[in-house]
């Protein structure tokens, strides 16, 4: 008579030790596992007829791949059997975790000199956004990098930093000059700004693997301009 199989899968506890994603990281090195085994070791436990790689592999057919997964709002996780909110937060802050990684190695030990400084420095934090992001640089009295904030998160219409906000933040935190990233009231920050006697560097949209640069178009010189007639 043919043995009827199991309808759950054996779970990971049971599995063959050098079969086990956390053993088998410990023993053999992060780089030996699969991108759903190190998933499972975040989620570790899993649900009803599916162990935690299952769930991982779930995840990377769902959304295709890790860089994918970056901008997955909290909600679509939520569909997955099996993944509530601490396995999800997890999940979400080792991502951020390896974002801000590549942003270190790229950090800027010295002074900003250009938009493209920048954006080497920032490009790995902003990729793959789902919701427009508005961070703000302080730069110190050396134009180095000395605070990097998020404003707020939203979508591209109803995203609103304030900009009596962002000058306090700068004033609060001693610093000469800022960097913005919405296109939207640049003119209106670089007055303020200017009021307070804050340097504007520049305004830099990111997206889609390219920038675009207000001080490099020009724009920042003539926002200047018309602030110091105006002003």
Same mark, same amino acid.
Request: proline letters at 3%; hydrophobic letters at 40%.
């Given at each position: 008579?043919?043995?009827?199989?199991?309808k759950?899968?054996i779970? %990971?506890?049971?599995?063959? #030790?050098?079969? @086990?994603?956390?053993?088998?990281?410990? /023993?053999y090195? &992060?780089?030996t596992?699969s991108n759903?085994e190190?998933?499972a070791?975040m989620i570790?436990?899993g649900a009803?007829?599916k162990s935690a790689v299952d769930?991982?592999?779930?995840?990377l057919h769902?959304?295709?791949?890790?860089r994918?997964?970056?901008?997955?709002d909290t909600?679509e996780f939520?569909k997955?059997?099996?993944l509530?909110?601490a396995?999800i937060?997890? %999940?979400?802050?080792?991502i #951020?975790?390896g @974002?801000r990684?590549l942003s270190e190695? /790229?950090?800027? &030990?010295g002074?900003?000199k250009?938009?493209s400084?920048v954006?080497g420095f920032?490009?790995?934090l902003?990729?793959?956004q789902?919701?427009?992001r508005f961070?703000l640089?302080?730069?110190?009295?050396?134009?180095a990098?000395?605070?990097?904030?998020?404003?707020?998160?939203?979508?591209?219409d109803?995203?609103?930093?304030?900009?009596r906000d962002i000058i306090?933040?700068?004033?609060r935190?001693?610093?000469?000059s800022?960097i913005d990233?919405?296109?939207?009231?640049t003119?209106?920050?670089?007055?303020?700004?200017k009021a307070?006697?804050i340097?504007?560097?520049?305004?830099?949209i990111?997206?889609d693997?390219?920038?675009?640069?207000f001080a490099d178009e020009?724009?920042?010189?003539?926002?200047?301009?018309?602030?110091?007639?105006?002003l």
């Amino acid at each position: 008579m043919k043995k009827k199989e199991s309808k759950y899968p054996i779970p %990971i506890r049971e599995w063959s #030790e050098d079969d @086990r994603p956390r053993e088998k990281l410990l /023993k053999y090195g &992060e780089h030996t596992l699969s991108n759903a085994e190190l998933l499972a070791i975040m989620i570790r436990t899993g649900a009803p007829g599916k162990s935690a790689v299952d769930i991982g592999r779930e995840l990377l057919h769902r959304f295709k791949s890790l860089r994918a997964m970056s901008g997955v709002d909290t909600s679509e996780f939520k569909k997955i059997t099996g993944l509530k909110n601490a396995k999800i937060a997890q %999940i979400k802050a080792a991502i #951020e975790l390896g @974002r801000r990684m590549l942003s270190e190695e /790229k950090a800027l &030990e010295g002074p900003v000199k250009s938009s493209s400084d920048v954006v080497g420095f920032l490009m790995p934090l902003m990729g793959n956004q789902k919701k427009e992001r508005f961070v703000l640089l302080l730069l110190d009295k050396r134009n180095a990098i000395s605070e990097v904030m998020d404003i707020e998160y939203g979508t591209v219409d109803q995203a609103n930093p304030y900009i009596r906000d962002i000058i306090q933040m700068a004033i609060r935190y001693n610093a000469p000059s800022i960097i913005d990233a919405d296109k939207r009231f640049t003119k209106s920050l670089m007055m303020a700004a200017k009021a307070t006697g804050i340097s504007f560097f520049d305004h830099i949209i990111i997206g889609d693997n390219s920038y675009f640069s207000f001080a490099d178009e020009g724009l920042i010189g003539e926002y200047k301009a018309v602030a110091i007639r105006e002003l």
